[in-house]
Nanobody
Framework: QVRLVESGGGLVQDGGSLRLSCAASGSISIINVMGWYRQVIGKQRELVAAISRGGGTINYADSVKGRFTISRDNAKNTVYLQMNSLKPEDTAVYYC???????????WGQGTQVTVAS
């Protein structure tokens, strides 16, 4: 079983920065892709960024390219999302997701609120 714990959300001014962390525990060896998604009430959850286990494959939503950076430290079983030049439209609950190599296991974190004030 895999458990994810997110941290680092909060309130920041327009143009500010935040770094989110997601620490994984449990059956770490089965995890391949880890990613960050976000959701606003009344809208679908959307991909923000995702990274493969070795870091060779990284994907970003077009809306965050050039502003957000996803990284991963496998020694610490942690994935990070560095968010710079934040905008009010980045306000959402951010969720960490882990996916196994077989895609048979998908785990979500509890979510962390990011609020960007204009």
């Amino acid at each position: 079983q895999v458990r994810l714990v997110e941290s680092g959300g909060g309130l920041v001014q327009d143009g500010g920065s935040l770094r989110l962390s997601c620490a994984a525990s449990g059956s770490i060896s089965i995890i391949n892709v880890m990613g960050w998604y976000r959701q606003v009430i009344g809208k679908q959850r959307e991909l923000v960024a995702a990274i493969s286990r070795g870091g060779g494959t990284i994907n970003y939503a077009d809306s965050v390219k050039g502003r957000f950076t996803i990284s991963r430290d496998n020694a610490k079983n942690t994935v990070y999302l560095q968010m710079n030049s934040l905008k009010p439209e980045d306000t959402a609950v951010y969720y960490c997701k882990a996916e196994s190599f077989t895609r048979a296991t998908i785990v979500w974190g509890q979510g962390t609120q990011v609020t960007v004030a204009s």
